[in-house]
């Protein structure tokens, strides 16, 4: 079989406008392998690039996609470490909405033990994005702690259990009753509902936070430098009410506080290597334990990405929204 079916957005759009079409299944170069891919997760930032706002990066392929699951169907010059038809996760640079996908090696960690190859589908970009952010840049130690934002999202719902399982305490806001009771449900010591609450108050009266883990930007920027204690760090990964804000800069020094952010999309083959192999000594071992696993929302066929596509922004879901192949 030469060719493979693919999904991508040839125009910008809602979730009409993502299209199926057929595609010359690729051949992996040197330091990389083909995955034959049995499940790829749904992502904020797939919906961004079908918006027309967030093109792949140089050499990346426009087929949308950031993480997969599936078993190696081939293996490029200089792979070690992997053989044929292991069952393998990946984050990409695109390319996950496709029956086969190539992925740096350095990007691809073997699926953890006692999880399906489906659910493993909804891990790559959320550990690798809660790791760097929250443990690296974020500096986040036992005992402290963490405020989530969006807590109910795939992020939000592997910060939780992570952050928990390390020994910190956490707080996370969510936008509906059930989805803080599910926040509590995975280690949160209080979900707060912000359409009703006012969290920046709950959790300054809890004792404040020394990390905040942020993709709403906007006015709770401000907000969360307020309830942060000396030496805070708050981490911006997202900008979901805008990426222009005003701010108190003499809060900011009084009491030391580090406001920082990234992205993890762009960054070099390199340093997405150095972080699989932090989650694979740190992160894996959670899963083992049966301190980490992904929360699904949905999964829907390939040929039903439109409908995945619905429901991340409809804002109902809770966890990861999948695409089987």
């Not at 040197?30 to 049995?38: E, H, S, T």
Request: aromatic share 4%; hydrophobic share 40%.
């Amino acid at each position: 079989m030469e060719s493979m079916r693919a999904v991508t957005a040839p125009e910008p759009g809602g979730p009409e406008a993502l299209v199926l079409e057929s595609r010359e299944i690729p051949r992996p170069g040197p330091g990389q392998v083909l995955i034959r891919v049995a499940a790829a997760g749904v992502n904020r930032p797939d919906v961004i690039q079908r918006m027309g706002f967030y093109p792949p990066p140089p050499g990346a392929t426009d087929i949308l996609g950031l993480e997969v699951s599936g078993r190696i169907a081939s293996i490029g010059e200089g792979v070690e470490g992997f053989s044929e038809d292991d069952a393998v996760i990946a984050l990409l640079g695109g390319g996950g909405y496709a029956e086969y996908a190539l992925a740096d090696a350095g990007s691809v960690l073997p699926v953890p033990d006692g999880l399906t190859l489906q659910e493993a589908a909804g891990l790559p970009e959320t550990c690798f994005t809660v790791w760097t952010n929250v443990f690296e840049r974020g500096a986040l130690k036992e005992g402290e702690t963490l405020l989530v934002h969006g807590g109910a999202s795939g992020i939000g719902t592997t910060a939780i259990q992570m952050a928990a399982a390390r020994g910190a305490r956490v707080f996370a806001t969510a936008g509906t009753p059930d989805k803080a009771a599910l926040c509590e449900t995975l280690g949160a010591e209080r979900g707060v509902n912000y359409r009703e609450e006012d969290f920046a108050e709950i959790v300054k009266e809890a004792g404040g936070a020394d990390v905040v883990l942020d993709m709403v930007g906007g006015d709770y920027v401000q907000k969360n430098l307020d309830l942060l204690n000396m030496d805070g760090r708050c981490v911006q990964i997202a900008y979901l009410n805008g990426s222009q804000v005003q701010l108190d800069l003499m809060r900011l020094m009084l009491k030391r506080l580090t406001l920082t952010g990234s992205t993890l999309r762009a960054r070099p083959a390199e340093e997405k290597a150095r972080i699989a192999g932090q989650v694979r000594d740190h992160v894996w071992p959670m899963i083992a334990a049966g301190k980490l696993k992904p929360v699904i929302d949905s999964v829907f066929p390939l040929e039903e990405a439109e409908k995945a596509h619905e429901r991340i922004d409809s804002a109902d879901h809770a966890g990861k929204i999948l695409l089987t192949v």
